[in-house]
Nanobody, 111 residues
């Protein structure tokens, strides 16, 4: 059974940083693409970044240069380092593996 558990969300001021983590279990983590999505209030869920098993990385245009996705295969952990946060980054952030999702972690960017 696949389990994805996000952590690291919280309240941060504009320009600040947060690091999200996702603990994965029940999957062959090392070989698979993992992704971060987010869903802001009243909006559809959108793809933020993904990283393949071979560490090929892609970002949505709205986070390029600010967010960094990484993985630790030994620990089965996925990370999202978020810098220069903006109020429009406020959303619930979800860890994704194929059709499986975590419950999300809320990031609020506000002064």
């Amino acid at each position: 059974q696949v389990q994805l558990v996000e952590s690291g969300g919280g309240l941060v001021q504009p320009g600040g940083s947060l690091r999200l983590s996702c603990t994965a279990s029940g999957i062959m983590f090392s070989f698979n693409t993992m992704a971060w999505y987010r869903q802001a209030p009243g909006k559809q869920r959108e793809l933020v970044a993904w990283i393949t098993g071979g560490n090929i990385i892609n970002y949505a245009d709205f986070v390029k240069g600010r967010f960094t996705v990484s993985r630790d295969n030994a620990k089965k952990m996925l990370y999202l380092q978020m810098n220069s946060l903006k109020p429009e980054d406020t959303a619930v952030y979800y860890c994704n593996y194929r059709s499986d999702w975590g419950k999300g972690t809320l990031v609020t960017v506000s002064s």
